[in-house]
């Protein structure tokens, strides 16, 4: 019995050592990689503590000699400081997550776990939307709003996407694949339709509304062409739009104070995604642990 | 915010046996509509009216500027001179290559990276930030940190090639040659991060106990991804590859950026002729006829690889099954 | 602060609206009766000057000296996206009063499409405005006649020169030099490595020849590419590519460089910059660009020694009063007091209105602390650049033809890429250029006919 035990432990030690080499190895393979997509924003970082005529200069220098940390002072308190920016994007932004990921996962849950006549082809109805080409909806969307009143609104830039055709499919691949017997169990005991998706099958998606939640913060707070073509007014700017100030009339960027603004609109993003990072962990961890 | 709060549909369906008359599957017809209707009369209103404004525009000849007063209704004759026009074709071409390099490695690498970052590693957490960085950083830093990497002469991309013993590297943006391919290298790397994004959740759901079964059977990874994995990531795939094509068919700020649609006209693609048309020369209808003619070409694509992969999901669900 | 809420009947009026007015075709607005006075009223004016750039000054001053109006200014950036917006703003999106437009094809456009007040007899009726109804010499564009736009700017090219760099080299630029001096000396500077490349432009020959409208014949029906010139100026840019004195196309794509050109002027690798006064503010921003030679001036560089010529700049900025303002006279007021006395707020940004125009052999004094800034002593040969902008001779460009210009300007960048990466020989480009500005030229004239 002896001699049977050591040797299986000794492969169990021989696996996870080379467990712990493998983990090492990946890990030194994607932080490499990870530089590489690490760079534009310690580049963004730099730019921004820098006078505008060393930020394209060649070869790059990584660490400012002298920074300047006045560069986020004017960004932030001068004569036009970019506060208001911030609220009217967080404002679309709240709006629109919170709006788009409920209706998605309406309609993905109707699309992926309730059956009716006429499904597949409206489901294919709303898929082929999505390849309509924004450059042609933009003038007629511009036109229509105008009419409507909603030109120079933030509603303009919130309303238009909240039915979102990719987090429709992606709920819907989701709620297809869950198992069915959950629902029919809670059908038995009374429960009604909406009920069983509120209860039952909504918090079983937290991790993928977690993702679509991500996607849909970093859309909206990035979008620059609907605000470019539906806001006039500066005071309903948003952050992306905002950050066109840096640029003067003929087309010179301020490129410091411009990467400035830039980093600080991308603080948001991040610490949104870190957050719903942990969500991510912590649901994996469960999986882990069924 | 209202928007959200309303968005919900009352409890209606009172619970019922499903042998009830005028019911489906237990529960009144109308139950499921009421779920789709709030995302299906957004699409209606926001993208179906403007998109019939869109087509209609096509058939015209219009600056926008001179108001619905100076529209010159022409019929067909955009789209005839669209057949007609040398540098549609080139610029349709030059979109196909772009996003046929760059949709299916973006997916690929997008996959890799889930797969990679779905297993031990050390600083996980923030590997998995890093990666997602390229969808949140705006064009301009994105261009500029490109512009240093592709440098012909000291460009780190270069300097690599030159230490593996290419002695003339291409010049990237430099040369109507490689333009188009440095930014294809851009594409892919700017959206990889974000397909792992949505992989890594779907992997995340992945039921553990099939893997486990699968270890039982003694399958190795490869087997297990090939039996497994993909199978179960195929619908996703297809999705993402439809929308990636769809993404890059329309790309435009870091075209505009990078190269402007040159050197010549090297990078000129479909969009960016659009957007010259429409928003330099003011042909808006012009423009929009070839907005009309890329959406059915992306419909025809689209459609094609939807039936490739319904079909190949039956096959694979009847292959599990079995 | 935010958006009004919108109703369902609102969307559902709003979507009837607009199917109807797609089906009528009646989608302008009532022009109002006007309202206000000379002294009273609200303005929406539109320009791509930021507010830093001495507007926000000018608007300051203006509120104090008219307190009765009160103006809203809308900045916009100056590319396709920023015209667009005030374009779409002009066609009913949002209240414009009065609006900037810049490049003689965005003028054109706008008042083709019936936005722009005619201010010919409120120009008539002004000292500096009369100029620019005049037909000769016309100053700016006309249209049957009538004046439509006012120039706001008197922007002539100059060119910037390295003067530390040049005493380093022992060179001494003539005031009457040729463009085979600019080449010559271009080549000294590099040759003797004071320079790594002279300059990051080449001269713009045919406009120094034929004027702004040396793109077309002079009925404005078909291009001119084929005139000797261009020939002369493609040749001359191609020798210079290859030479190294012109900074390298690979590089200029490679670095991105259209927007910071200046930045290689000013940290001492090139000797010239050719540019209009607007760099003026680039000198001075020592905190930006921190430099310590002094920068001088020469007119550009002609054609033949003692014969007129033109400059390629022109008046630019152009003001424009909307044809739809409940305002107009309150819009005048500003008009003129934005090229009269709000005007020294611009002369910092490197603005300077022909309001502003010293009399000849006058100097400029009262000009140079705004343009030049107060160590203008130590960067600038202040003597030179009074000198040189304000030149007896200064001839001016005009452009008036403006069928297909956008187009053209396409074409011409994508050819010169080919031509000086070595794709294509001159003959190809010019073939090329003749054939396509053509066609453009003629898809323009044939859809506005």
């Given at each position: 019995m002896v001699s049977a035990v050591a040797p299986a432990d000794r492969r169990l030690r021989r696996r996870r050592r080379t467990a712990r080499a493998k983990w090492l190895a990946g890990g030194v393979a994607m932080w490499t990689l990870a530089l590489l997509f690490l760079a534009p924003f310690a580049w963004m970082l730099s730019s921004s503590l820098k006078p505008d005529m060393d930020v394209f200069a060649v070869p790059i220098q990584w660490l400012p000699a002298d920074p300047r940390w006045s560069n986020y002072t004017r960004v932030w308190t001068g004569a036009h400081s970019m506060v208001h920016y911030f609220v009217n994007s967080g404002y679309v932004v709240v709006a629109r997550v919170v709006g788009e990921v409920t209706l998605a996962a309406l309609a993905g849950y109707a699309f992926g776990r309730l059956r009716f006549r006429g499904r597949n082809l409206l489901f294919l109805v709303f898929l082929a939307t999505s390849i309509v080409p924004a450059q042609l909806l933009l003038v007629p969307r511009f036109m229509f709003f105008r009419e409507i009143g909603l030109y120079d609104s933030l509603w303009a830039l919130i309303l238009p996407s909240l039915s979102s055709v990719f987090g429709t499919f992606l709920l819907r691949q989701h709620f297809a694949s869950a198992p069915a017997e959950l629902g029919e169990a809670a059908r038995?005991?009374?429960?009604?339709?909406?009920?069983?998706?509120?209860?039952?099958?909504?918090?079983?998606?937290?991790?993928?509304?977690?993702?679509?939640?991500?996607?849909?913060?970093?859309?909206?707070?990035?979008?620059?062409e609907t605000p470019l073509v539906m806001l006039s007014s500066d005071e309903k700017y948003t952050v992306p739009l905002g950050l066109t100030r840096?640029?003067?009339?003929?087309?010179?960027?301020s490129a410091a104070l411009s990467m400035a603004g830039s980093v600080s609109s991308v603080v948001p993003i991040l610490i949104f995604f870190l957050i719903f990072q942990r969500h991510f962990l912590k649901s994996m961890a469960r999986a882990g642990l069924r | 915010m209202s928007v959200a709060t309303k968005?919900?549909?009352?409890?209606?369906?009172?619970?019922?046996?499903?042998?009830?008359?005028?019911?489906?599957?237990?529960?009144?017809?109308?139950?499921?509509?009421?779920?789709?209707?709030?995302?299906?009369?957004?699409?209606?209103?926001?993208?179906?009216?403007?998109?019939?404004?869109?087509?209609?525009?096509?058939?015209?000849e219009w600056d926008v500027i001179s108001g619905l007063d100076g529209i010159n209704w022409v019929g067909l004759a955009n789209f005839e001179t669209l057949l007609g026009d040398e540098?549609?074709?080139?610029?349709?071409?030059?979109?196909?290559?772009?996003?046929?390099?760059?949709?299916?490695?973006t997916v690929l690498l997008g996959l890799g990276l889930a797969m990679a970052l779905n297993r031990p590693l050390p600083g996980r957490a923030a590997l998995r930030v890093i990666f997602f960085l390229p969808a949140v950083v705006n064009v301009i830093a994105i261009g500029s940190v490109w512009l240093l990497l592709l440098n012909p002469t000291s460009g780190l991309l270069n300097q690599g090639l030159r230490w593996f013993g290419w002695d003339s590297p291409p010049g990237w943006i430099t040369s109507p040659d490689s333009a188009l391919q440095a930014l294809i290298l851009m594409a892919v790397w700017g959206g990889s991060g974000y397909i792992s994004v949505i992989y890594l959740a779907a992997l995340q759901e992945m039921p553990q106990e099939l893997y486990e079964a699968a270890r039982l059977d003694g399958a190795g990874r490869i087997r297990q991804f090939v039996t497994i994995t993909w199978p179960a990531l195929l619908p996703m795939t297809t999705f993402l590859t439809i929308t990636q094509i769809i993404g890059r068919s329309q790309t435009f700020g870091l075209i505009a950026f990078m190269t402007s649609g040159g050197p010549g006209d090297s990078t000129t693609v479909l969009s960016y002729y659009m957007y010259q048309n429409g928003f330099i020369y003011y042909r808006f209808g012009y423009a929009a006829a070839m907005g009309v003619m890329s959406l059915l070409a992306v419909l025809v694509l689209t459609l094609l690889l939807w039936r490739f992969q319904r079909g190949r999901t039956l096959y694979g669900e009847e292959d599990r099954d079995g | 602060m935010f958006a009004q809420q919108i109703s369902r009947r609102a969307l559902i009026g709003g979507a009837a609206a607009v199917g109807a007015a797609l089906l009528a075709g009646c989608g302008k607005e009532e022009q109002g009766p006007s309202r206000g006075s000379s002294g009273e009223g609200v303005l929406n004016v539109w320009g791509a000057l930021t507010l830093d750039r001495g507007v926000g000054a000018l608007l300051d001053a203006f509120k104090k000296e008219h307190p009765g109006i009160q103006v809203n200014y809308t900045q916009f950036t100056n590319n396709s996206d920023g015209n667009l917006k005030l374009d779409t703003s002009l066609q009913g999106g949002a209240p414009v009063d009065v609006f900037f437009s810049y490049g003689p094809q965005s003028v054109s456009r706008r008042t083709a499409a019936g936005y722009a007040r005619d201010l010919t007899d409120l120009a008539g009726s002004d000292e500096v405005a009369k100029q620019f109804t005049a037909t000769d010499p016309q100053l700016t564009a006309l249209f049957d006649g009538r004046l439509f736009a006012i120039p706001t700017v008197y922007n002539p090219y100059l060119v910037y020169l390295n003067q530390d760099m040049l005493d380093a080299a022992g060179i001494t630029v003539p005031e009457d030099w040729t463009v085979q001096e600019f080449h010559d000396i271009a080549e000294e500077l590099c040759g003797g490595a004071y320079a790594e490349f002279a300059t990051y432009k080449t001269l713009a020959i045919a406009t120094m020849g034929l004027g702004g409208d040396a793109q077309v014949t002079p009925d404005g029906t078909s291009s001119n590419f084929d005139h000797e010139l261009w020939r002369r100026q493609y040749e001359l840019e191609l020798a210079m590519e290859r030479d190294g004195t012109l900074f390298p196309i690979t590089r200029v794509l490679a670095e991105k460089v259209d927007l910071y050109a200046q930045s290689y002027f000013l940290s001492g690798d090139h000797a010239f910059y050719l540019d209009n006064p607007a760099t003026l503010r680039f000198v001075?921003?020592?905190?930006?660009?921190?430099?310590?030679?002094?920068?001088?001036?020469?007119?550009?560089?002609?054609l033949e020694r003692g014969r007129e010529q033109w400059n390629q700049g022109g008046y630019e900025d152009s003001v424009q009063i909307s044809a739809k303002t409940k305002y107009p006279e309150a819009a005048w007021t500003f008009v003129r007091y934005w090229l009269g006395a709000g005007a020294e707020q611009l002369l910092t940004a490197g603005k300077i209105s022909p309001a502003g125009m010293p009399a000849p052999g006058a100097g400029a004094d009262a000009l140079l602390p705004g343009l030049l800034g107060d160590a203008r002593d130590d960067l600038f040969d202040v003597e030179a650049f009074t000198r040189v902008a304000f030149a007896e001779d200064m001839k001016l460009s005009v452009t008036t033809h403006t069928a297909g210009l956008s187009e053209i300007g396409t074409i011409r960048k994508s050819l010169d890429e080919?031509?000086?990466?070595?794709?294509?020989?001159?003959?190809?480009?010019?073939?090329?250029?003749?054939?396509?500005?053509?066609?453009?030229?003629?898809?323009?004239?044939?859809?506005?006919?």
């Open positions: 038995i005991d009374g429960a009604n339709e909406f009920q069983i998706f509120l209860r039952i099958y909504l918090p079983m998606a937290r991790p993928i509304l977690a993702a679509y939640a991500i996607l849909v913060f970093d859309a909206s707070w990035n979008d620059y840096f640029i003067s009339d003929d087309g010179t960027v | 968005a919900g549909p009352e409890p209606s369906a009172r619970p019922t046996a499903p042998a009830k008359k005028g019911l489906v599957n237990g529960m009144r017809w109308w139950v499921p509509w009421l779920f789709v209707a709030p995302s299906l009369l957004g699409l209606i209103v926001f993208l179906l009216v403007p998109l019939i404004g869109g087509l209609l525009i096509s058939f015209t540098q549609f074709w080139a610029a349709t071409w030059r979109t196909v290559i772009y996003a046929g390099a760059s949709v299916p490695l | 001075k921003d020592q905190e930006n660009y921190p430099h310590d030679f002094r920068t001088t001036f020469r007119p550009m560089p002609y080919q031509l000086r990466l070595g794709e294509i020989s001159v003959d190809e480009l010019l073939t090329q250029l003749k054939e396509q500005a053509d066609a453009a030229i003629a898809k323009d004239l044939e859809t506005n006919a």
